[in-house]
C-alpha cells in the first residue's frame, strides 16, 4: 500500500475521482480518511486498470450509501473484476469463450470477434460464406482471405459482432472525455418520491429493478443494487438461452423470469408501472422498436429512472461487448505482448467498470428524484469507459499478480449444481459479509 499522506494525495489529484465526485454529487470531504492503493491491485496491465477499477468501486459504494464511506480491498476488487476465473460450478472452472470469439489475423491486419451466443456464431459464420457448421479452422482460413474492414462489414452486414483491431486514437477519447462519464439528466416531470425506508445493510431495500440486460456490464450493475437490498427481477427472452456460467456469476440476488419483451407489452407495462428503475441493455435503435426508448418510458412512467448501457455512445452503434470495443480503441495493441499479435486486459473491464458506475448513477438518480422529483436517465457506455482509461497516466510498471488482502468465496446450491463463486467488490459501512444465492435461470414469474 502506499503511504497514508502519499495514497491522500493521490486520491484527491485524480481527475477521473474529481470527475466522479462531481457527476455522482459526492461529498469529497468523506473520502478524507480513504487510503488509496495506487497501483498495487492485482490487474497486472500497461494502463492504469486497477486503480480505476478500484476508484470506480469506491465512488459505487459512496453513492449507495453516501454517510460512511469504506475504502474497497485491492485483492477484493482484482477477484471480483475477474470473478469468471474464480467461478467454479460442480467443482469445475468454466469455459467461458466460445471457439469463434477471438482475434484472427486477416489478409492485411487482424480482426476480432464475439460468438459466445449461438445466434452470433451463425451470423459470423454466414457473413463469410460459410456452411452453417464450418469450425474455427475454415473460418480462420476464410478470414486470411479477407481484408480487415471488409471481414468486419460482411460479418456485420450479416448481424455478426466484429472491429477491425485498431490503434490507439487519442484525439477521440479526447473529445469522448469532454461529455460526462456517468451522464444524468432529468428527461420528464413527476412529483418526488421518497426511497423506501433503508437499512444499514441494505440502502436500497425496497426499490424494485427491472433488469432487462445481458452479458456482463448490465448484470454487474443489477447484481450490485441487489446486493444493496433492491428487488432485482431480470427478464430474458425465452428463446435465447443465458450460458449457465454467465447467470452463476452475475445473478446474485436477483429473481429471473422468461418474457418476450416484444410480444408482451402489456406485461412489459405494468412491470414498468411498479417499478423505481428500469435497467436497459438493448441497442438504441432495438429500444425504439420494443417502446422502450428513455423518452417515451419517461412520458408514459415519469416516476423512473432510466438507465441506459451501450457498447457505444451515439444512436446508431453497431452491436458490441467488452472484447470487441477494447480492440476498436486500441487497447489491444496497449496490451500485446510482442507487438504483432493483440492483446487483451487482464479482465473483462470495460464491463465491470460500467457495471458498477451505472450502479453508482442509478443510486444518485433515486436521491435526485427523492429530492426534486422528475423521471431521470442514467447514460453510460463502454466506449466512454475505455476513453478515461486511455486517458488516465499509465505507469511505469504492471501491479504484481497478488496483492495483500482476503478473496471472499461463498457456496451455493443451485439447480442441483454446487456454484462458488467471489463476492461482489462494492463497500459501504454496514454492507454485508454474506451475499444471495442466484435463483435457476427463467424459473420466477414475472410479476413484483
Known amino acids: 500500500m502506499v503511504p497514508g499522506a502519499d495514497a491522500r494525495r493521490e486520491l484527491r489529484d485524480s481527475a477521473v475521482f474529481a470527475r466522479l465526485l462531481r457527476e455522482l454529487e459526492l461529498d469529497g470531504g468523506r473520502f478524507t480518511a480513504v487510503r488509496a492503493p495506487g497501483a498495487s491491485v492485482p490487474l497486472p496491465s500497461a494502463l492504469p486498470v486497477g486503480e480505476f477499477a478500484w476508484l470506480s468501486v469506491l465512488a459505487t459504494g459512496a453513492a449507495l450509501s453516501p454517510a460512511d464511506v469504506r475504502a474497497p480491498d485491492p485483492a477484493g476488487v482484482a477477484a471480483a473484476y475477474r470473478s469468471d476465473r474464480h467461478l467454479l460450478i460442480d467443482g469445475t472452472a468454466p469455459d467461458v469463450w466460445s471457439p469463434l470469439s477471438r482475434f484472427w489475423p486477416a489478409s492485411d491486419g487482424w480482426v476480432r470477434t ?41 460479418i456485420r452486414d450479416a448481424g455478426g459482432v466484429c472491429t477491425t483491431v485498431k490503434r490507439e486514437r487519442p484525439e477521440r477519447d479526447e473529445d469522448l472525455c469532454r461529455h460526462p462519464l456517468v451522464e444524468i439528466s432529468r428527461l420528464d416531470d413527476a412529483p418526488r418520491r421518497p426511497l423506501p425506508a433503508a437499512s444499514e445493510d441494505a440502502p436500497l431495500a425496497g426499490v424494485r429493478v427491472l433488469d432487462l440486460t445481458r452479458v456482463i456490464a448490465g448484470p454487474v450493475a443489477t447484481r450490485t443494487l441487489a446486493f444493496a437490498g433492491a428487488d432485482v427481477l431480470r427478464i430474458d427472452p425465452p428463446r435465447l438461452a443465458e450460458p449457465i456460467w454467465q447467470h452463476l456469476d452475475t445473478g446474485h440476488g436477483k429473481r429471473s423470469a422468461l418474457l418476450d419483451v416484444a410480444e408482451e407489452s402489456e406485461r412489459i407495462a405494468q412491470l414498468l408501472a411498479g417499478a423505481d428503475v428500469v435497467v436497459l441493455g438493448y441497442r438504441p435503435a432495438a429500444l425504439s422498436r420494443l417502446g422502450l426508448s428513455p423518452a417515451r418510458l419517461a412520458h408514459e412512467h415519469p416516476h423512473l429512472v432510466i438507465a441506459q448501457l451501450s457498447a457505444w455512445p451515439g ?41 458498477y458506475l451505472l450502479a453508482a448513477g442509478i443510486a444518485t438518480a433515486l436521491r435526485q428524484r427523492a429530492e426534486a422529483g422528475g423521471a431521470r436517465r442514467v447514460r453510460l457506455s463502454l466506449r466512454r469507459v475505455a476513453a478515461e482509461l486511455l486517458r488516465m497516466p499509465r505507469h511505469a510498471s504492471s501491479p504484481q499478480s497478488r496483492s495483500d488482502g482476503e478473496i471472499r468465496t461463498q457456496a451455493f446450491d443451485v439447480a442441483g449444481r454446487r456454484v462458488i463463486t467471489v463476492a461482489p467488490a462494492v463497500r459501504w459501512a454496514g454492507s454485508p459479509m454474506t451475499f444471495t444465492a442466484p435463483r435457476p435461470w427463467g424459473q420466477d414469474a414475472a410479476e413484483w
Open 114 to 154: 464475439h460468438g459466445n451466443y449461438p445466434h452470433h456464431a451463425a451470423a459470423l459464420r454466414a457473413g463469410l460464406g460459410l456452411d452453417h457448421a464450418a469450425d474455427a479452422e475454415a473460418v480462420a482460413a476464410r478470414l486470411r482471405e479477407l481484408p480487415a474492414d471488409r471481414a468486419t462489414a460482411d
Open 315 to 355: 444512436p446508431d452503434s453497431p452491436r458490441g461487448f467488452d472484447s470487441i470495443v477494447q480492440a476498436d480503441c486500441g487497447i489491444s495493441w496497449i496490451e500485446s505482448a510482442d507487438g504483432r499479435a493483440p492483446g487483451a486486459l487482464p479482465a473483462q473491464a470495460l464491463d465491470h467498470t460500467a457495471g
